[in-house]
């Protein structure tokens, strides 16, 4: 069983920054990608960013050139580094891991944005 730690969430302004990050601990096996989904108040869990053991990463349009998606693979963490951070970003932010045993999910941090 997998075991994701994360940290980083807060409030800031808009036009600040934060860096989110997820430790995976466990029964961790071949990783085929980790990545961060946001559910704002009221809408649908949707994927921000994703990066593959190879080192591709994707992104949701709204968030592209404002955040960054990397990996620690020695330390199995991955960081979400997000700039330019505007009110529409506020939401509880999870980490997923995927790997060839199936998914895991952190228990989410809150970022919240303000005008």
């Known amino acids: 069983q997998v075991q994701l730690l994360e940290s980083g969430g807060g409030l800031v302004q808009a036009g600040g920054s934060l860096r989110l990050s997820c430790a995976a601990s466990?029964?961790?096996?071949?990783?085929?990608?980790m990545g961060w989904y946001r559910q704002p108040p009221g809408k649908q869990r949707e994927l921000v960013a994703k990066i593959t053991s190879g080192g591709t990463t994707n992104y949701v349009d709204s968030v592209k050139g404002r955040f960054t998606i990397s990996r620690d693979k020695d330390k199995n963490t991955v960081y979400l580094q997000m700039n330019s951070l505007k009110p529409e970003d506020t939401a509880v932010y999870y980490c997923?891991?995927?790997?060839?045993?199936?998914?895991?999910w952190g228990q989410g941090t809150q970022v919240t944005v303000s005008s």
């Open positions: 466990g029964s961790i096996f071949s990783i085929l990608y």
């Open positions: 997923v891991v995927l790997t060839t045993k199936g998914n895991a």
